[in-house]
T-cell receptor, first 114, second 114 residues
Framework: DGGITQSPKYLFRKEGQNVTLSCEQNLNHDAMYWYRQDPGQGLRLIYYSQIVNDFQKGDIAEGYSVSREKKESFPLTVTSAQKNPTAFYLC?????????????FGPGTRLTVT | QQQVKQSPQSLIVQKGGISIINCAYENTAFDYFPWYQQFPGKGPALLIA?????SEKKEGRFTISFNKSAKQFSLHIMDSQPGDSATYFCAASLWAGGYNKLIFGAGTRLAVHP
């Protein structure tokens, strides 16, 4: 089955701890994205990557970091600098950056920080 | 202006009825308008999409109507079923800041009652 996997589904952390969310895709897509979803709001772009070893900040990158060492993997680290990290995090991919309108999403990770 | 305004925020429809969700935009540089469907606890999935040179696109019970002059587009779900109960996001893409960007509306939570 081709698709995007995110793990874990639920994640709980104490305030002040960094946490890394996993995202893996086997669609052979070049572009990958991280979004944050809060109740009553649309998806907001955190980071995106159009190719291995390259990534760019999205609209709300402060307090987050990413890496893209392999085409299949795009992990997101939520650092202690992120003021309000509790949210639903979605990873997505598209064939290329030009195909951004046709994104495939993973099942998401719900992060709760207390 | 890169916003996409979506309404209503929530919608209740009886089984067999027509669900209508509206979106509006300001930036005429948007060139692709997808709709995503999201079930609770899942990632969004691409439902249907349209380009601005087309006024209507139909796929099964789902139709996008596009009004370029009014800068509005809408999703119509005919013969709505309880299985259609989900959150629907409109989106629009454009080339901005060196990459192809996808802007999401805030979402409409649809409940179809039997």
């Amino acid at each position: 089955d081709g698709g995007i996997t995110q793990s874990p589904k639920y994640l709980f952390r104490k305030e002040g701890q960094n946490v890394t969310l996993s995202c893996e895709q086997n669609l052979n897509h070049d572009a990958m994205y991280w979004y944050r979803q809060d109740p009553g709001q649309g998806l907001r772009l955190i980071y995106y990557s159009q190719i291995v070893n390259d990534f760019q900040k999205g609209d709300i990158a402060e307090g987050y970091s990413v890496s893209r060492e392999k085409k299949e993997s795009f992990p997101l680290t939520v650092t202690s600098a992120q003021k309000n990290p509790t949210a639903f995090y979605l990873c997505a991919s598209s064939r290329t950056l030009a195909g951004v309108g046709e994104q495939y999403f993973g099942p998401g990770t719900r992060l709760t920080v207390t | 202006q890169q916003q996409v305004k979506q309404s209503p925020q929530s919608l209740i429809v009886q089984k067999g009825g027509i669900s209508i969700i509206n979106c509006a935009y300001e930036n005429t540089a948007f060139d692709y308008f997808p709709w995503y469907q999201q079930f609770p606890g899942k990632g969004p999935a691409l439902l249907i999409a349209i380009r601005p040179d087309v006024s209507e696109k139909k796929e099964g019970r789902f139709t996008i109507s596009f009004n370029k002059s009014a800068k509005q587009f809408s999703l119509h779900i005919m013969d709505s079923q309880p299985g259609d109960s989900a959150t629907y996001f409109c989106a629009a893409s454009l080339w901005a800041g060196g990459y192809n960007k996808l802007i999401f509306g805030a979402g409409t939570r649809l409940a179809v009652h039997p």
